[in-house]
């Protein structure tokens, strides 16, 4: 009896062995792939950046000025005109080393402007179209979270919201428009995302 125990932790060990040694194999491997990537990516000449795609902000489309005594909304507001001055690009889910790769190591100083600017803008939007949500203004708070959408923003609670206003209106049938440009999004949210959505057409579905 002594004997198979004594073996079967043997193997026992051999085998947490050998998966220290392959982890720490993939481990390695994994990071020469990293540093030879940011290699070749460090010697990307400049490239034009003529192929981004360049947000405009639609200050005239906008509820620009619905509730400006409302000093959080005013906030939000200076924020999105000033936001209109500057260049905003979406690129979420790229990495530094991609976006030197794709458009040279020279321009990643302005890509990695333009990509802050996006965050602020999806941030922005959300809180804006929050306060006017709860303020009852229903339909000027659509209009922002639909511009949100079209920039496609991963921000989760822009598409709950806006499928709990689409629901709310009776135009669940918008629902899978939303899906659609969920299942895009080169994002970590993609899936949450995806899911919230599933829920909300899944529980209208039940109910009818």
Known sequence: MKFYILASLIIFCMVINHNVRKSRR???DEEKRFWDREHRANQT?????????????????????????????????RVINELSQTTVV????FSNTDLKLEYGTANITALTQYDQNYTLLASTLQQWAD???????????RTILEFA???????????????DIYIRNGQQDKIPALMSTAEGLNSLNREVI???LRERADGFGSDR
């Open 90 to 93: 979406n690129l979420t889910g």
């Open 26 to 28: 993939l481990e390695a």
């Open 45 to 77: 000449r400049h490239k034009p950046l003529d192929g981004l795609d360049y947000i405009k902000i639609p200050l005239e489309s906008l509820p620009m000025h619905l509730l400006e005594d409302n000093e959080k909304v005013a906030e939000c507001l």
């Open 149 to 163: 959408v079209s920039t496609r923003t991963d921000v989760s609670r822009t598409y709950d919201l806006l499928a």
């Open 131 to 141: 306060l006017l949500y709860q303020a009852e203004q229903t339909e000027p708070a």
């Open 194 to 196: 995806l899911r919230h």
